[in-house]
């Protein structure tokens, strides 16, 4: 069961439309990306990008791995599936 707080940041971490954007745009193609592939493919900044990831990693909607001197973002789909496993249970009636 997820925490209350988790949730919350959850949802925080999606309220920006440009992580919306990030998220649908780049991420759905189930590959890693880098902090400057975000930042081409979006057209922001590479401190936006990198402080986009950074939001979406701390709410566990995304995860990284350093490979050389690059940091690899994907999408953490094992989260997300029990977030959405969560709030389908909390929403379904009796």
């Not at 999606?14 to 919306?20: F, G, I, N, V």
């Not at 950074?54 to 953490?76: F, P, Q, T």
Request: net charge positive.
């Amino acid at each position: 069961m997820l925490a209350r707080q988790e949730l919350i940041d959850f949802f925080k971490a999606l309220a920006s439309e440009k992580r919306q954007e990030i998220l649908i745009e780049i991420f759905l193609d189930g590959k890693p990306h880098t902090v400057t592939e975000v930042s081409d493919l979006s057209h922001i900044a590479l401190s936006t990008a990198s402080t986009h990831l950074s939001i979406l990693k701390r709410a566990k909607i995304l995860v990284s791995e350093k490979i050389g001197k690059d940091v690899h973002y994907r999408g953490n789909s094992a989260y997300m599936a029990e977030v959405f496993t969560e709030l389908a249970k909390k929403f379904t009636c009796c």
